[in-house]
């Protein structure tokens, strides 16, 4: 049966390579016809239940230091803004929140916006203040949006989102989930996800 | 000032995204004008040396789920046999110190074919009834080959190459590392290491 091609993109507000997929996603989508629903999560509950309480590169600081070099070379690949941000990684549950708050028409643009100023523009996106201005480019109202984003019934909905996440099996970020449950694990996957999204419809 | 494209690749035998790299890097770098330098190590010795008795992916049965599924989908991609090793990780000592113990010239064509056995026909490289039809399909002789392996000097030279790996900041295999010391971490990186080692041969 064919239908509309659509794929989950989970993201945490956090993630280096989530940055380069939430600024690469709509343009491949469109051209590849698939409809991509914005899922943001916290990766960090899901390193806690298996008892990280740091991002697992963390432990190798020749990782680390070259996950940055490969932003460094991927950002400009891309021609997207890069400027690692400092502290990292950073608190991303206001962020997360305020990108779940957001319609679904809006959160795609509002989310770009949230990780140009994370990751382009070293803004503080775990406070409000760094946020708001974000919110702003985005055209929507930071004082509305971030009120909304922590109300208890968008707090306890991020929980539920993560625990969908966890519950389809996400362990990283991004992470992109066709309709029969594969799931594709980084930025590096995103071409082949949309790929698979789109034999899947046309099947 | 132009010279000869050139690059090392590190691989460690038990790595799964080595072996991809393994069998792709041949064509791919004769049609950069790359020369490839290979260079086994062992991936073990530098985890343990950040306390780490296990890959990380392992604390994450998801992950590790998600990783063999991810090499069902690149072999089929890439045409290349595949049969996920049991057990795994297995010790790859004995294969990376066959893979060194080979002169440069028949190290690539060794090298794939104990990648071959060990990912691609679930043979146990691990010891040397397995390494042994792996080194006669290479059109090498198996009793001198494995006698060469573990000889003091190949061993001594194994343990050398790791510490060049380490000081060189590998942290993962496959990694790729330039003329200038730049390092690409990964399958996925390959092609983007392949046209920077050109890049800097052209400048």
Tied chains: 1, 2.
């Excluded at 960090?44 to 600081?61: M, N, R, S």
């Excluded at 760094?130 to 019934?153: K, Q, R, W």
């Amino acid at each position: 049966m064919a239908g509309q091609a659509a794929i989950d993109f989970w993201y945490d507000p956090a993630s280096t390579y989530s940055y380069l997929a939430a600024m690469r996603i709509e343009d491949l989508a469109e051209e590849a016809g698939v409809a991509v629903r914005w899922r943001p999560f916290l990766l960090g509950a899901i390193f806690k239940a298996v008892g990280w309480t740091a991002p697992p590169f963390e432990a190798l600081p020749t990782k680390t230091r070259n996950m940055w070099r490969d932003m460094e070379r991927l950002t400009a690949e891309y021609g997207l803004p890069f400027a690692k941000p400092d502290p990292f990684p950073f608190n991303s549950v206001l962020a997360a929140r305020v990108s779940l708050a957001a319609s679904e028409a809006d959160r795609p643009r509002l989310t770009r916006a949230i990780y140009r100023a994370a990751f382009g523009e070293r803004a503080d996106v775990s406070r409000p203040e760094g946020l708001a201005p974000a919110i702003a480019s985005a055209g929507l109202d930071p004082e509305a949006t971030l009120a909304a984003a922590v109300s208890a019934e968008n707090k306890a909905r991020l929980r539920e989102e993560t625990e969908a996440a966890e519950a389809a099996g996400v362990f990283g970020a991004p992470t992109f989930v066709t309709a029969d449950g594969d799931l594709f694990w980084g930025n590096d996957r995103l071409e082949r996800a949309l790929a698979a999204a789109r034999g899947l419809a046309a099947a």
